[in-house]
């Protein structure tokens, strides 16, 4: 695959305080790529270094090849949709639409094209005089990507834009976002901290905590097979419990020895046990693993949310069938779906092995 | 609080400006239109068109003119420079611009007529770099140094309360789509700074038309402007009818330029707000019934 965009070695500090640190990435032709992460990780950041805003302290970002780490936002050939729309409010929606082409002076009849196509495009024909207080905040953001799209960037950068929608809505501009996309084919770098709208759109998820990419994947892989326990509790929920790996395909939890699939653990290293709570299943007691008692059953629609307490964890299960609360039950999984992850020496162990 | 309470708080000023307003104004009508006979007649108005009047009219008008326009020019290099400062130095800096403002009127007007006499210190300072002295004093540049120096932070707040108002992702947008740093500034600031240039014009304009002090004290009482021949009917000849009836005809002709400034507000503005709050934020006039 082609390169679009490459970050060599970024680092930014803001008051001396590390922001973003180190980061290389490279972003390829065409993909939707998501940054995802917890809020103040750093992801605005390195969305406004790539698209101008910010000077990164080290590094470079090349585009096509080309250095443009010091190259004002009105020169770079991608655009941004930010999260407040940032509209301007004494144009109406078809000279917000239309300022990026009248500043490259194209002509009255391309321009007026130009505008209805990203109209349509954006499900938005037929508001072309009206002017941005007037619309909600679904069709302010609307507009907004038709305005950054009709310049045709190479690269749509993408900072949660739709943070400030509520749910159905957000749901809705996904899937118009992905639609968008396909048609006009560009690369496109989208900020989230909403994990299932990262799964949901990505080609490639870049997960990011405190500056540092924790890893990166198409969204089964980084659903699957979490690198380490942030990544693992960042997506999705998830059953973090300590282990001692005492061979390669045996794993130690609360005492009992469970065979799993990984290998290449230090004898009786401990570990990380990662398990989805969909990966958990409720059986009679003495047939699973462990034995708990039910501490909770909340109905969630499309499945039961089960809390299991066992000593001191409570495992969270997800099952189609309800248990009975205080009853003892049984827990079992299967070998593969057991996530073995080294241990951090530290909290930020991640960043120092990355380095 | 219901409206009928809330009405209520609002009448010290309805008194006030019965009384202080709306009764001065019957009155001055009553002169401008009467002789001093008390018969009816136009002559004390269409006094604004003979030789004198005329000339003194045009001259306020010049002055209020490139008074108002000398304020904006520099407004908007000053406001574009505080914005970018930070909150704390943006504070100061506002304060050291309003500062002046908390002294006396008359005392900083006689202050400019003792730095720009003949032999003041801007002379002085002149003559010690080894330049030639000017002969500001009582000429119309001191009237102008003046009224700009008197009325520039009304134009200046406005125009900023306007500019800072605007959000700083409004203009990296405009950045983003390619606008540079001028075309940032004439595309975006400066139609979104119009409604503060407005209630600045407005603030500045008028009173630089009509005030006598100004010329009174740095123009030596050489240079009128209609102000001061307002002032003297009134106090020097007495002659109370012709003075209305000339402040009705200038009051007339601030109305006028003024409705043309807020024209476009009313027009334009007001039915969109309308819209807005009608069909999206229905609660709000429900709360306030
Ligand atoms: N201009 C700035 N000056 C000082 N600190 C800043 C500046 N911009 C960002 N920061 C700090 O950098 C950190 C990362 O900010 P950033 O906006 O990149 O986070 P984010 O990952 O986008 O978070 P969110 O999901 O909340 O938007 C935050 O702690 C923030 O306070
Ligand atoms: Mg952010």
Excluded at chain 1, 133 to 162: F, H, K, T, Y
Excluded at chain 2, 95 to 112: D, E, T, V
Excluded at chain 2, 173 to 185: C, I, S
Aim: glycine share 6%.
């Amino acid at each position: 695959m082609d390169t679009i965009l490459e970050l060599q070695n970024i680092s930014k500090s803001f008051d001396g305080k590390p922001i973003i640190k180190e980061l290389n990435l490279e972003i390829y032709k065409n993909e939707f790529i998501t940054l995802l992460g917890p809020s103040g990780c750093g992801k605005s950041t390195l969305l406004r270094i790539i698209g101008g805003f910010e000077t990164p302290d080290t590094g470079r970002v090349l585009f096509d090849g080309k250095d443009i780490t010091n190259l004002s936002p009105d020169k770079r050939r991608l655009h941004t949709v930010f999260q407040k729309y940032s509209l301007f409010p004494h144009y109406d929606v078809a000279d917000n639409i239309a300022f990026g082409l009248k500043l490259k002076k194209k002509d009255k009849a391309y321009i007026e094209d130009k505008v209805q196509y990203a109209l349509r495009l954006v499900n938005m024909e037929g508001f072309e005089h009206r002017k941005p207080n007037s619309l909600s905040g679904g069709q302010q953001q609307r507009v907004a990507i038709a305005r950054a799209i009709v310049n045709e960037p190479e690269v749509l950068l993408l900072d949660e834009p739709l943070g400030a929608l509520d749910l159905k809505l957000r749901q809705e501009m996904q899937r118009e976002l992905m639609k968008i996309k396909k048609e006009v084919g560009i690369t496109f770098i989208y900020v989230t901290h909403d994990q299932s709208e990262a799964l949901t759109m990505s080609d490639r998820i870049i997960v990011m905590n405190q500056g540092i990419i924790q890893q990166m994947g198409d969204p089964k892989s980084i659903y699957d097979e979490p690198q380490n326990a942030f990544v693992a509790d960042f997506i999705g929920e998830s059953n973090i419990i300590d282990g001692i790996m005492l061979r390669d395909y045996l794993v130690q939890i609360q005492g009992v020895d469970i065979p799993c699939v990984d290998i290449g653990f230090k004898p009786n290293e401990k570990v990380d046990v990662v398990i989805r709570p969909e990966d958990l299943s409720i059986v009679e007691p003495g047939r699973g693993f462990t034995i708990g008692r039910v501490m909770e059953v909340i109905y969630q629609g499309a499945y039961y949310d089960i809390r299991v307490a066992c000593g001191d964890f409570e495992w969270a299960i997800q099952s189609n069938n309800p248990a009975m609360p205080g009853s003892m039950v049984g827990l079992s999984i299967l070998p593969e779906n057991i996530q073995i992850m080294h241990k951090p020496r530290s909290s930020d162990e991640q960043i120092i092995e990355k380095n | 609080m219901n409206r009928r309470n809330r009405e209520l708080l609002a009448s010290p000023y309805f008194i006030w400006s019965i009384g202080f307003t709306v009764i001065p104004l019957i009155v001055i009508l009553r002169y401008a239109f009467t002789t001093a006979g008390g018969t009816f007649t136009l002559e004390n108005i269409l006094a604004i068109g003979n030789a004198i009047n005329r000339k003194a009219f045009l001259f306020s008008l010049e002055i209020a003119l490139i008074c108002t326009l000398l304020c904006v020019l520099l407004a908007y290099p000053l406001v574009m420079v505080v914005r970018r400062l930070h909150i704390s130095r943006r504070a100061f800096m506002l304060f050291f611009l309003i500062l002046p403002m908390w002294m006396n009127f008359i005392l900083r007007l006689l202050a400019w007529q003792m730095i720009l006499s003949s032999n003041g210190i801007l002379n002085f300072i002149l003559q010690a770099i080894g330049l030639k002295p000017l002969d500001i004093a009582n000429t119309w540049a001191a009237i102008i140094i003046g009224v700009v120096y008197d009325y520039f932070p009304f134009m200046m707040l406005p125009i900023f309360n306007a500019i800072a108002d605007i959000e700083e992702d409004v203009i990296e947008a405009a950045k983003d789509l390619g606008a540079g740093p001028l075309t940032v500034f004439t595309k975006v600031i400066f139609p979104l700074s119009i409604p503060g240039l407005k209630s600045g014009i407005t603030i500045v304009f008028v009173p630089s038309m009509t005030s006598f002090v100004v010329a009174d004290i740095l123009g030596g009482g050489k240079l009128q402007l209609i102000g001061n021949i307002i002032e003297q009917e009134f106090t020097r000849s007495s002659n109370w009818n012709l003075g209305s009836g000339l402040s009705v005809a200038l009051m007339v002709f601030v109305f006028i330029s003024m409705a043309f400034t807020i024209k476009d507000d009313v027009v334009r503005e007001e039915p969109e707000l309308a819209r807005v709050e009608g069909s999206d934020k229905p609660d709000r006039r429900e709360r306030a019934a």
